[in-house]
């Protein structure tokens, strides 16, 4: 049986912005309550992120919504962290949501922080450096 290994070289220049979401919410809700204070239109992305774990045999799937802001070139994604069986990125285990933000990611993140924080159904969201993140194979898709 062949052994594939992932190259974790290419992750030294992260294209991405990540921010961590605490919500009781269910993540309709919260995609609701962020397109209502952000302007957003995050919808149900047409895949989910599934990871395999091959000592379980197990299949995670962690749903993804999205959104693109075609003016400021920004791709939103919002992506659950917890399901039945586990976590996405389980050193964020204090995180139920995350939301990436791809493409033009010159963008000041503190705003957009600020701006996720005014939704009712988010208890709190801050910022997740890249290097902070043991588990980024799991963020590829």
């Not at 030294?12 to 995609?31: N, T, V």
């Not at 919002?78 to 493409?103: Q, T, V, W």
């Not at 996720?116 to 963020?139: G, W, Y």
């Amino acid at each position: 049986m062949a052994k594939f290994t992932l190259d974790t070289d290419d992750f030294d220049e992260p294209d991405f912005l990540l921010i961590g979401i605490s919500s009781h919410a269910k993540s309709y809700r919260i995609c609701w309550s962020l397109n209502q204070v952000m302007g957003t239109h995050l919808t149900k992305a047409d895949f989910n992120i599934e990871i395999t774990n091959t000592r379980k045999k197990t299949q995670s799937v962690f749903e993804v919504y999205n959104f693109e802001d075609e003016d400021l070139r920004i791709h939103y994604f919002l992506i659950s962290n917890k399901n039945r069986d586990g976590y996405l990125l389980p050193e964020f285990k204090h995180a139920d949501y995350f939301m990436m933000l791809k493409e033009n990611i010159n963008i000041d993140l503190n705003s957009v922080i600020e701006q996720v924080k005014m939704s009712d159904q988010v208890l709190t969201a801050f910022t997740i450096a890249p290097d902070d993140i043991k588990s980024k194979e799991n963020l590829l898709f």
